[in-house]
């Protein structure tokens, strides 16, 4: 990997980035049981963020503010809304959507397609946006932004599933959609919907003490694995430095996701009963990351595609007592409920290796990231151990980046071609 190739001894450097006041950042912490997972994770975030690309850094994190309200993420619309301010963004921008350039409102279609029916995403949204025109937007550009879109998205669902701690409230709400108790994988086995409850969870806040000293030492031994390997090592200006003045500024941030989003209703539907409207099921062996995503976006927004490669690779191979097997039925199941199939896997794996709660665990996560619109939050879920949990929800936040850039990369290559 061309990326960081000096090696240094990370762990200072991982301390300083992610312990502002002696406590990481809510993200971090949940994902540091897999040090090298996180050193991957960290390393692709603050490139699209905070590194050469071909938008401003006030446009990244408005971006990234408008990925985060499709999911209601308060945590990331907060978060974004500091950094967007302390980069020089316009604070009327935060009013809301309408207060934004017409070339941000633009990206709102798109965004809303990404975050609940990647499927929908066509070529003909692509040129509408690159468009010739006072607003257009160049390709390098777009494709910056999609891949903004797709990372904040799947990090919603890491957010939502990794608030284990809930409350019950009652809600008058009733969800929109069909109940995710059926899919592709289901069809054999005669699943129907299931009926929502009365009563929902309320997150709690992710934010904790965390012990700075297990973390060190965790880190310290990946990455003497990694230097025996001979892997690439974090350098110092690849972390996201979070100090205390960012994080008083967060918590003044706290901004109204609602503001940032239109059609409020849309949300995740069934590919699988949508045989109406004549949906194609997306071939991975006619369009893959590995032989098509990768080399088109690695040259239009160059290294992302090596830092992208480099978190399926480091999800794929995380230690757990997970079978390999399970893992793959996993990562198969969330592309399946997103209309993508693989014509080598036997999908009847997914029914014998996954039992229903982990199933409806999954797909809560992975299409209903939202607590004010998820019809599975009160269902009984199977228990998962802290550190499995952690696992499945890493798996199923790098199967939906990599399932909504499939879809993203593909409209691209076939504007491209058109």
């Not at 994902?31 to 994770?41: G, R």
């Not at 967007?84 to 279609?109: I, K, S």
């Not at 069909?178 to 997150?203: H, K, S």
């Not at 090592?233 to 609602?258: R, Y």
Request: charged share 25%; net charge negative; hydrophobic share 35%.
């Amino acid at each position: 990997m061309k990326v960081n190739s000096e090696k240094e001894r990370a762990s200072p450097l991982c301390m300083k980035a992610l312990a502002g006041r002696g406590r990481l950042d809510t993200v971090s912490q949940q994902m540091a049981s897999h040090p090298q997972y996180l050193e991957s994770f960290l390393r692709t975030q603050h490139y699209i963020l905070y590194m050469d690309g071909p938008l401003p850094h006030h446009y990244r994190h408005y971006i990234a503010i408008m990925a985060a309200a499709r999911h209601h993420c308060s945590y990331l619309v907060s978060l974004h809304s500091a950094q967007f301010l302390r980069v020089g963004g316009d604070p009327l921008w935060l009013q809301g959507l309408e207060a934004a350039p017409p070339r941000l409102q633009q990206l709102d279609h798109i965004n809303k397609v990404l975050a609940h029916q990647p499927w929908l995403t066509a070529h003909s949204h692509i040129q509408a946006l690159l468009k010739p025109g006072e607003q257009c937007w160049s390709l390098a550009e777009l494709v910056q932004a999609v891949v903004l879109l797709a990372h904040c998205h799947s990090l919603c669902s890491f957010i939502f599933g990794s608030a284990s701690e809930t409350d019950t409230a009652p809600t008058s709400r009733v969800p929109r959609g069909t109940p995710p108790g059926y899919c592709l994988c289901d069809a054999a086995n005669g699943n129907t919907a299931l009926q929502p409850t009365e009563r929902i969870p309320r997150r709690r806040s992710l934010d904790s003490s965390c012990d700075m000293a297990c973390l060190r030492e965790r880190i310290q031994k990946s990455q003497e694995e990694r230097e025996r390997k001979g892997d690439p090592i974090l350098h110092s200006h690849t972390l996201l430095h979070i100090d205390a003045e960012e994080e008083e500024e967060e918590m003044m941030c706290s901004t109204d996701p609602s503001r940032f989003i239109t059609d409020p209703d849309f949300g995740y539907q069934e590919f699988a009963r949508r045989e109406e409207d004549h949906f194609q099921v997306f071939r991975v062996q006619d369009y893959s990351w590995e032989d098509h995503g990768f080399s088109l976006v690695n040259r239009l927004y160059s290294d992302i595609g090596h830092l992208l490669d480099d978190r399926f690779r480091s999800v794929a191979s995380l230690r757990s007592p997970h079978d390999p097997d399970l893992k793959r039925a996993i990562w198969n199941y969330i592309h399946c409920i997103y209309g993508i199939r693989y014509d080598d896997y036997d999908y009847g794996e997914v029914n014998q290796l996954l039992e229903r709660g982990l199933k409806l665990y999954i797909k809560a996560v992975a299409c209903y990231p939202d607590s004010t619109k998820n019809p599975l939050c009160a269902l009984p879920l199977t228990p998962l151990k802290p550190s499995e949990k952690v696992h499945v929800n890493l798996l199923v936040m790098e199967a939906r980046l990599q399932a909504a850039l499939l879809y993203a990369l593909r409209a691209i290559t076939q504007y491209m071609i058109a």
